[in-house]
């Protein structure tokens, strides 16, 4: 297998300091909806601003490039011990050129390895597939919107929250208050309903890559989807949490099957700053989207 | 909503004169501090019988920083040049909620003027704020490439590596940093408000 270790260095400078397109047109988009003059108007100026300078001068768009969450999608013959071993060695050259801020802390002595490695950091997941191409797709997911993630387990009494749509409806919207502007609002939503607790997140986050304007193949999650777009923007928390017109510009729901006796909605919030990259690698050749 | 300039230290006069809304931009020298940092200030000055020997050098540098001055809730991506000199790279500044439990005491001991950070404080901050003459400057969260722009100059860094490079004490050159005032020494938040209305929003959608 070849060395992609510099190709992966870059899929990572990639993501640090620029963003999708389409998630630079829907906050361009948002800055057109807010009053001018508005403190939410200025916020989403400032954020516009500052993602072309760091697009200019490759630095990150945000101090916290987050955890580096790498979901891997490899034909058969490909090792997943040595893209593990290329991506960390990616992972560690990219913080020393300062990509990516030290970021691994040792949750017993408190120490930051320094590297962005450390036990079970980076994230992985691995998925053999039947295309003879190699895909990596990278999440920068920072950890005030980190922080402000749900999980609801239906029924949920104090909404009055069942196993139905409208239960989840109402979860999420409860998600979206509670994170008022600490998750680095405008946002996105990635959610999972149903699998267990753990791959409930794990889904949620697959959901984050979802373009923007794609429509939910599901037609019932299609229409949550847009209900609520609609319904988080009328809670009014808006840019930063200075109140305004978008509180989120993207909802994306996938559905899992569950056990039974569990209703899990697991709610990724993503912040403004919706740092997705991607690489595919076919006979040799490298591109990024 | 008026907009000032403010340069560090500054007059408990200057900080009662900004009111909710109000942009400023900062110049002077801060000082970064995050969840480490607090919890530092806390167990070795704040709430501790005496300070340890070890800590009395440090102590005494906060303190001539802290009159008057800003704490800067952020964890930068810096770079060392050949030189040695540290550049602040990307400095946006990081969720300030997580420092609540603290900040009134910090702001108290210390005699501080102003926290800088995103998504706002609460209740007990807010307090502080009135009691002692401070402010809370809210900075676009995830600016980061545009805030280090206002980082003229890293000063000096403390507990770089027992706290590792987000959670250390860096000191840090700043011109015209700008900031809104989202919580002012009048009892006024924007954050409060805001979540008012917010649940209200809430309220009618679910309730429907």
Known sequence: MNDLTESFVELVRRASTDLPADVEAALRAAQAREEPGSAAAG????????????RANS????????????????????STRELRAQIEAAVAEATARAYL????????????????????????????????????????????????????????????????????????????????????????LGIALGSDRGYGYVHAKEQLFRPLDDVNPAPELAALEE??????????????????????????????????????????????????????????KVEYA | ????????????????????????????????????????????????????????????????LLKGGVIYHCGPVVRQDEDGKWHFVAA????????EPYEADVIAHFGM????????????????????????FHAVGGAASLIADAVKEVVAVYKKDEFGVPEAFWII???RFPVVVTMDAHGQSIHAEVEAVSQAALERLVGG
Not at chain 1, 59 to 78: K, L, M, W
Not at chain 1, 111 to 136: A, I, K
Not at chain 1, 252 to 261: C, D, S, T
Not at chain 2, 113 to 136: F, Q, S
């Open chain 1, 43 to 54: 916020a989403l100026g400032a954020i516009l601003e500052n993602v072309a300078l760091a």
């Open chain 1, 59 to 78: 630095t990150p768009v945000c101090q916290d490039t987050g955890t580096p969450i790498f979901y891997v999608s490899h034909p058969q013959e490909a």
């Open chain 1, 101 to 188: 801020r030290p970021n691994a802390v040792d949750s017993l002595t408190g120490r930051n390895s320094g590297n962005n490695l450390g036990t079970g950091y980076p994230t992985f997941h691995f998925e053999e597939w039947e295309e003879d191409h190699l895909r990596v797709d990278l999440l920068l997911k920072g950890g005030g919107s980190e922080n402000v993630g749900a999980q609801y387990k239906l029924p949920y009494s104090p909404l009055e929250a069942g196993r139905d749509l409208e239960g989840v409806r109402r979860v999420i919207l409860d998600a979206v208050y509670q994170a008022q502007g600490k998750g680095c609002a405008p946002g996105v």
């Open chain 1, 227 to 284: 209900r609520l777009m609609h319904d988080c923007n009328e809670l009014d928390i808006g840019p930063m949490g200075f109140g305004g017109k978008t509180t989120v510009f993207g909802v994306k729901i996938g559905a899992y099957h569950r056990l039974p006796a569990c209703y899990f909605v697991s709610i990724a919030y993503n912040c403004w700053a919706c740092r997705r990259a991607q690489m595919t690698v076919q006979d040799g």
């Open chain 2, 1 to 64: 909503m008026a907009t000032y300039d403010l340069t560090i230290p500054i007059s408990e006069q200057d900080i009662r004169a900004l009111h909710v809304g109000d942009t400023v931009y900062l110049s002077g020298v801060m000082t970064t501090g995050r969840d480490a940092a607090h919890k530092y200030l806390i167990e070795n000055f704040i709430r501790a019988d005496k300070v340890p020997a070890s800590e009395e050098a440090l102590y005494e540098e906060l303190q001539r």
């Open chain 2, 92 to 99: 946006g500044p990081t969720t300030s909620i997580r420092e």
């Open chain 2, 113 to 136: 003027r102003g926290v800088i950070g995103k998504g706002g404080m609460g209740p007990n901050t807010l307090i502080a704020c009135r009691e002692h003459g401070a402010v809370y």
């Open chain 2, 173 to 175: 050159r700043v011109e």
